[in-house]
Every structure is written in C-alpha cells, then in structure tokens.
C-alpha cells in the first residue's frame, strides 16, 4: 500500500449552471510535497481549491483530505486545513497584531496563548514594524504576508495557497517563497495554484497543468520539461553570412536541422544530448564561423504548456515573450 495521501481527488466537476468551470479533475498530493496547480486565467484552479476547502460543494467526483471524506467530514477536513486566498480575510480598521490575536481567539485559543503566537508569527513573516498599524495601510505583499500568517495560527498539516505571489514586487515574492519552503522543512504539505510558470518551477516537488477545467498534463516541473523536447542550443553567430555555413556544420555534427530566428545570425539548435553543445562549438570554430553569444536551455514551462495545449498561457506571458 502507499503511503496516507495529502490530498486525493477523483473526477471532480463544478457546474456553474451551464457552464463547467472543473471538468474532471484527479490530484494526488503526497504527504510534505509542494503541489503546483498551474494553469492561466479562469482555468478553474480557485475553483479546484475550494472544493478541496469545502468552501463550494463538489457536484461529482470525490476528494480526501488526510483520507477524511471532503463531503461527509467537512468539519474534519476544515481542521486539517489553512487556506489563504486570492483576497485577504482580515478586517481592515484593526492593526496586523490585533486581527491575528482576534483569529487566534475565533479558534479558541487562550488570550495569553493568542498574545504570543500572534508575535511569533509577526517575526517569522517579518511584519514587527508594521505590526501595530491598521491594515488598511498595509501594502499588498504585507497583506499577502498577514494573511499567510493568519492561516497558520493553528499550524495545520496541509495549506492551500491561491496564487500566493500574484501582484507582488520581485523581492517580497522571494520572500514569500522563502516562507513557502520553510513551511514545507516544518513539516506542511502545501499545495498552491499560480499562473507563474518560474513559480511552480521554483517550488514545486510536482505540478498539474489544468486548462479550461482539466488536467492536460503532471509531472515534475523538470519532467514537464524534457516531455516537450530536448535542450536547445541558442546561438547568435558574428556574422549572418555564416548562416549557411553554420547550419552545415550543425547538419553534419547532429543530423539535426537548426531553426533559424528572423533575427539575422539567430538560430536554435535542437540537442538530443546536452553534452553535444561542445561539438557543435568546436566545429563551427574550425569551420571559421564566430559566435556573439551562445546559451544551452531547457524548454521553459510557457512552451510546455504551447506544446500540450496548442495555445500559451495568457495575454501577459505572450507580450513579455514578445
Ligand atoms: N461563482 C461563480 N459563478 C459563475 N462562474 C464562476 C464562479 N466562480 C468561477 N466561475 C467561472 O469558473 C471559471 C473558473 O474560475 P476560477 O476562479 O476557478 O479560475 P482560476 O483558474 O482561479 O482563474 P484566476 O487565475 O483568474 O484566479 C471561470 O470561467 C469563472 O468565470
Ligand atoms: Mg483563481
């Protein structure tokens, strides 16, 4: 038998009358893991997540938190889980310290026992100095920060996180992934969605790909990778008059045919074996061909997801491409 799982769902199906938000959807989150659900704009992954939280009943299809039935038990399910979502949940007028304090108190802790977490958690996520302001001032990477911390009051085994970086700045999204993988080295599984394909390639052990409500792929993100093709060779020669010379090279050398970029001396060259980059370089160096730049990568996650969806991710990740 293998091990208890985090989270196991199979065949889950949200209608919104006519409409199919999650069509079918199967997950299986390992104890300890960081699952990445990733897909673009309206793919259904909050959706996912709150059926998982019990927070919208799940129309077909079941799911188990820790093996507790998400439809029988939820009141079981509901202490097994943190959840921090999309928006934050804390009122507005109090200060960071009071609304963790007054959560602490929801969820039946003592005052005093309230009092020391609440400081505990405004160290560990780096909020002291802000601690007694009303959140009403608070930036949205201190929100995002307070709400993450607001749902750990009761340390629960398994957090979900819906897009935990959406609209951060670079460095406080640094931060917050900090805070996800000391989470994960306490002890929690967590399992978070994300329209990032960096993200879930930073942080997750695995990840499913969900578009218009189902699951088009899973694996780890490395995995994920490779599935779509081999390493690519990028290389900018000198000159463009060594255009076709270079490509003979590469035809000789690798029996591959390199894809040549409109930009002039750009060309990609498919490596079925990473290690076959040096042979490519030597042979264009004896073949008198010179190199402005060169780079070995793997495909990224936006050209997984082209490759298994036909289409990419959303209008943002194409015009930052562009
Ligand atoms: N309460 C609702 N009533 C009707 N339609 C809804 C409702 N909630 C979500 N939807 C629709 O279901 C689909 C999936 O929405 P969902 O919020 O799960 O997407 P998402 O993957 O979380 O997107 P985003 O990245 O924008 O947060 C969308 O088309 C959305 O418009
Ligand atoms: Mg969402």
Redesign the pocket.
Known sequence: MTELSAVRAEGLV?D??E?R??DGIDLDVRQGEIFGVL????????????MLATLLPIDAGRAEVFGVDVRREPHRVRQLLGVTG?YASVDEDLTARENLWLFARIQGLSHARAKAIARDLLDRFGLQEAADRPIAQFSGGMRRRLDLASSLITRPPLIFL??PT?GLDPRTRGQMWDVIRELVADGSTILL?T?YLDEADQLADRVAV?DH?RKVAEDTPDALKTQVGESTLQLVLESEADVPAAVGVVRRLLGEEPVLSPEAGRMNVPLPDPNRAADVLIGLREAGVGISSMSVAKPTLDEVFLALTGHGTDDRSRTEAA
């Open positions: 949200k919104f009358g409409f938000a999650v897909g673009p704009n309206g793919a259904g992954k909050t959706t996912t997540l709150r999309q819906d897009e959406t969605t329209q969900i409500g």
